[in-house]
């Protein structure tokens, strides 16, 4: 389907559903990928809501075969799961005409915090990617463009010195939210998952990234010279769970120099890897209770082909 069909696809599926304050399109069915076999794919989709709790009640009142049958009973007796590890809850394998639907629903105020301070990446790191803002507002374009600024930052300081590309940093951010994830741990993934989006996007990662540049790096003929003193003065900008996490395991902000590039690049890896296991453990058992056992496994079986066949 061309660009406008899928928006207005979209739009008239989320009408089907509770208020909404954005929606967030992602996922290979929105966005080109290098290797795309032109499969028909599930629609993958964000959606932020005033309250997460009410939402799905009136959701399950109205969409009562989008959940597992003791989805609403969970829901109701252990009000913390909403929030557990990710503050996000996936609906999965949801039906509209001929279409299948993927969406996750997310309070608007956890969705904006993620975006800011990487507490849990889980909403950052899909937003460092193309994504397609189908409904949106200044405050979310202000918190994306800032967590972009940031996986930029980050992605520059990760980049070794044979890596200095426009290819390799859009690969390292695009890979942000991918280290340390279970799924590629256990080849529940495409292992060329990354190499994918940043290839197939590479355009449109260009048109992101290039304006919000801020000096770090200069550009010619798709190569790049990293100003790494620049960076190293801007660490204190990192997102504040990161930054505070340095801080934790006594980074030196107080002599910031090259020497110290190395550590930093191994206290940032560290902590993007710890945070993307936890989520990405979390997530899936949080599925099971929502979705309920056979939607797990028939999305478990379609990503371990994906691993198998390099999908």
């Given at each position: 389907?061309?660009r406008?069909?899928?928006?207005?696809?979209?739009?008239?599926?989320?009408?089907?559903?509770?208020?909404?304050?954005?929606?967030?399109?992602?996922?290979?069915?929105?966005?080109?990928?290098?290797?795309?076999?032109?499969?028909?794919?599930?629609?993958?989709?964000?959606?932020?809501?005033?309250?997460?709790?009410?939402?799905?009640?009136?959701?399950?009142?109205?969409?009562?075969?989008?959940?597992s049958?003791?989805?609403?009973?969970?829901?109701?007796?252990?009000?913390?799961?909403?929030?557990?590890?990710t503050?996000?809850?996936?609906?999965?394998?949801?039906?509209?005409?001929?279409?299948?639907?993927?969406i996750?629903?997310?309070?608007?105020?956890?969705?904006?915090?993620?975006?800011?301070?990487?507490?849990?990446?889980?909403?950052a790191?899909?937003?460092?990617?193309?994504?397609?803002?189908?409904?949106s507002?200044?405050?979310?374009?202000?918190?994306?463009?800032?967590?972009?600024?940031?996986?930029?930052?980050v992605?520059?300081?990760?980049?070794?010195?044979?890596?200095?590309?426009?290819?390799?940093?859009?690969?390292?951010?695009?890979?942000?939210s991918?280290?340390?994830?279970?799924?590629?741990?256990?080849?529940?993934?495409n292992?060329?998952?990354?190499?994918?989006?940043?290839?197939?996007?590479?355009e449109?990662?260009?048109?992101?990234?290039?304006?919000?540049?801020?000096?770090?790096?200069?550009?010619?003929?798709?190569?790049i010279?990293?100003?790494?003193?620049?960076?190293?003065?801007?660490?204190?900008?990192?997102p504040t769970?990161?930054?505070?996490?340095?801080?934790?395991?006594?980074?030196?902000?107080?002599?910031?120099?090259?020497?110290?590039?190395?550590?930093?690049?191994?206290?940032?890896t560290?902590?993007?890897k710890?945070?993307?296991?936890?989520?990405s453990?979390?997530?899936?058992?949080?599925?099971?209770?929502?979705?309920?056992?056979?939607?797990?496994?028939?999305?478990?079986?379609?990503?371990?082909?994906?691993?198998?066949?390099?999908?």
């Amino acid at each position: 389907m061309e660009r406008k069909q899928v928006v207005n696809l979209i739009n008239e599926y989320v009408s089907t559903k509770p208020e909404v304050i954005n929606i967030i399109g992602y996922g290979s069915a929105i966005k080109k990928q290098a290797g795309d076999n032109n499969s028909k794919k599930q629609i993958d989709l964000i959606l932020s809501v005033k309250n997460q709790k009410e939402w799905h009640q009136k959701n399950y009142m109205q969409n009562p075969d989008d959940y597992s049958k003791c989805a609403i009973q969970l829901l109701n007796q252990f009000p913390n799961f909403y929030n557990w590890g990710t503050d996000i809850n996936y609906l999965a394998y949801l039906k509209y005409k001929d279409q299948s639907f993927k969406i996750g629903v997310i309070d608007y105020d956890k969705l904006i915090e993620d975006l800011v301070t990487w507490k849990n990446g889980y909403l950052a790191g899909r937003l460092q990617k193309a994504v397609e803002l189908i409904k949106s507002d200044k405050l979310l374009e202000k918190a994306i463009n800032l967590n972009r600024e940031n996986a930029l930052r980050v992605a520059l300081l990760l980049l070794k010195e044979d890596q200095y590309t426009l290819s390799h940093l859009y690969y390292k951010i695009c890979s942000l939210s991918y280290d340390g994830d279970i799924r590629m741990l256990f080849k529940m993934e495409n292992p060329n998952k990354v190499s994918n989006i940043a290839e197939g996007s590479f355009e449109e990662l260009h048109n992101i990234y290039s304006p919000i540049n801020n000096d770090y790096y200069d550009e010619c003929n798709q190569k790049i010279i990293i100003n790494h003193d620049l960076l190293m003065q801007d660490v204190s900008k990192l997102p504040t769970s990161l930054y505070y996490y340095l801080k934790k395991h006594n980074f030196d902000f107080n002599h910031l120099n090259k020497e110290q590039l190395t550590n930093l690049r191994g206290l940032i890896t560290e902590y993007i890897k710890i945070t993307n296991l936890k989520t990405s453990i979390i997530q899936p058992i949080k599925g099971i209770g929502i979705n309920g056992m056979e939607k797990t496994l028939q999305y478990s079986k379609h990503k371990f082909q994906k691993g198998k066949l390099n999908l």
